[in-house]
């Protein structure tokens, strides 16, 4: 069996970082709006008066909010809306369908040259992210299974090779560089890259603090020298309506082809993502959540419009969860499951690969229907540790068959994981409890079988008393599938 990859955390931790506060203006706001009947023009007045403030709030460009409102009022007052049983709703549609827009419509998507490699220039200011950026990129591409080669161009800035190179040594990706200078640096790259078969080159080209002649003349040249296929600017969320002006700048002389927004684990207002598309008319790539390699990951305007209006993100928590988790073993410790055989090293495990998916947070806030109370909080992950450290202080027996667990075992236990004897106690307790109701299910559902079988051949034989005609045997209810108390966040295993 191979092993998978640790997933990524995308962009999930957006919702509890960058665009928090507006999130929790938006939810005020439509919620509003679904608890009426019927929306007079008032209604939708004031309403998109507060998204307007609520966009200008978290540094969106004014013209982006003028246009996204004129959008929204307008497509509000169709006759579509006011005649809606449930106009609300129909409000809620247009706003998300108007935020995709603005966050660039649909995922940008990366396409391969014919003819190897499939060239991509980095650019973007000093202190942008710009090289962790490149390595992290390569790594993407890594997961896509490409064989990316990186090219570290930039020579002005102290370090800056022996950082792409500790980068890249991390994810075994090779790094070409030459002492010459950038564009002989590019041009080596290139011929590198054509002579050793690999099919992506990504170029790391030098920034400066600011915008200047001297910063596009060289990547200008660089540019000209290996003809990109694609063009990234590396922006910094944090800087707000400045990352979009950085934008306009070398769009002007680089044509852009999308942009990377980094730090967007930092306390962003959100401006750039919702501004940078619709003002330079480039969208948004990829986005960088956190330092580490695998904090990276493609944008998608369609999952962050909804997690910003508080909707959740199904595929991304899908993703996020088939990247970590080894399909046969799952398989494997669902049959155990429903066979009564999952044992305590069995739901440790699947723990473990739950926090492999990321901040527990995050995934709590990309799970649709969640009550705002529930996502706003704070999951402490140490009570993970908590259960972990009670089931790793059993006997592998004890983990196999809880039964044996006594008074004397339970303290021994206890003490072993400096918890306490009630602590152990309702582990257990819940832990029964759901393989006995997960056992049920699967009996079930095997007595279903049964009785179809059994109506199949009775089809052939004698039929139902006219009485009965329409009678059937009433299954019985489903047992309540308990929940696993962990930080006062109920994890509750889904039915099948």
Aim: aromatic share 4%.
């Amino acid at each position: 069996m191979n092993a998978r990859k640790v997933a990524e955390p995308s962009t999930a931790s957006l919702a509890k970082s960058m665009f928090q506060s507006l999130t929790d203006r938006f939810d005020g706001i439509l919620s509003r709006l679904k608890g009426k009947g019927r929306l007079t023009e008032n209604d939708i007045a004031e309403a998109t008066r507060e998204i307007r403030l609520a966009l200008l709030e978290a540094d969106v460009h004014f013209n982006v909010v003028q246009g996204f409102i004129e959008r929204t009022r307008q497509r509000c007052l169709s006759a579509d809306v006011s005649e809606s049983l449930t106009p609300g709703q129909q409000v809620v549609k247009i706003v998300n369908e108007e935020l995709k827009t603005i966050l660039g419509g649909e995922s940008f998507q990366v396409t391969y040259s014919s003819k190897p490699p499939t060239v991509v220039l980095m650019a973007g200011l000093q202190g942008s992210g710009k090289t962790t950026s490149s390595a992290k990129l390569a790594r993407w591409f890594k997961s896509q299974g490409r064989n990316p080669l990186l090219v570290a161009a930039d020579l002005q800035r102290p370090a800056a090779v022996d950082q792409l190179q500790t980068l890249a040594k991390q994810i075994e990706v090779p790094v070409f560089t030459a002492p010459e200078g950038a564009i002989e640096a590019a041009r080596g790259g290139l011929l590198e890259a054509q002579q050793t078969g690999r099919d992506v080159l990504i170029v790391d080209t030098a920034g400066r603090l600011t915008v200047d002649s001297a910063l596009m003349d060289e990547i200008a040249g660089i540019s000209d020298s290996v003809e990109p296929d694609y063009t990234f600017l590396v922006v910094d969320a944090m800087t707000g309506q400045d990352a979009v002006n950085t934008a306009e700048a070398f769009h002007a002389t680089l044509e852009l082809d999308a942009v990377i927004l980094t730090k967007l684990d930092g306390d962003a207002r959100g401006g750039a993502a919702l501004s940078v598309k619709e003002v330079v008319g480039r969208p948004v790539a990829f986005a960088s959540t956190g330092e580490k390699l695998q904090d990276f990951d493609q944008f998608h305007p369609e999952r962050m419009a909804e997690r910003i209006l508080g909707m959740g993100d199904v595929l991304t928590l899908i993703e996020k969860a088939e990247e970590v988790f080894e399909q046969e073993a799952a398989e494997a410790a669902t049959q155990r499951l429903l066979e009564g055989t999952f044992t305590l090293d069995d739901f440790v495990e699947q723990l473990r690969q739950v926090r492999q998916m990321g901040d527990l947070s995050s995934i709590v806030s990309m799970m649709p229907g969640i009550p705002k109370e529930v996502k706003d909080a704070d999951v402490d992950e140490r009570e993970i540790d908590r259960v972990e450290a009670i089931v790793l202080s059993m006997t592998p027996e004890e983990r196999i068959n809880p039964d044996v667990v006594d008074g004397s075992r339970r303290a021994r236990i206890a003490k072993g994981s400096g918890t306490t004897p009630t602590q152990v106690s309702n582990l257990l307790k819940q832990f029964k409890e759901m393989r006995k109701a997960m056992k049920g299910l699967a009996g079930l559902g095997s007595k279903s079988k049964g009785r179809k079988s059994r109506t199949k051949k009775g089809k052939k034989g004698k039929k139902n008393s006219a009485k009965g005609g329409n009678s059937r045997v009433q299954p019985k209810e489903s047992p309540t599938i308990p929940k696993l108390d962990i930080d006062g966040l109920d994890l509750t295993l889904p039915g099948r």
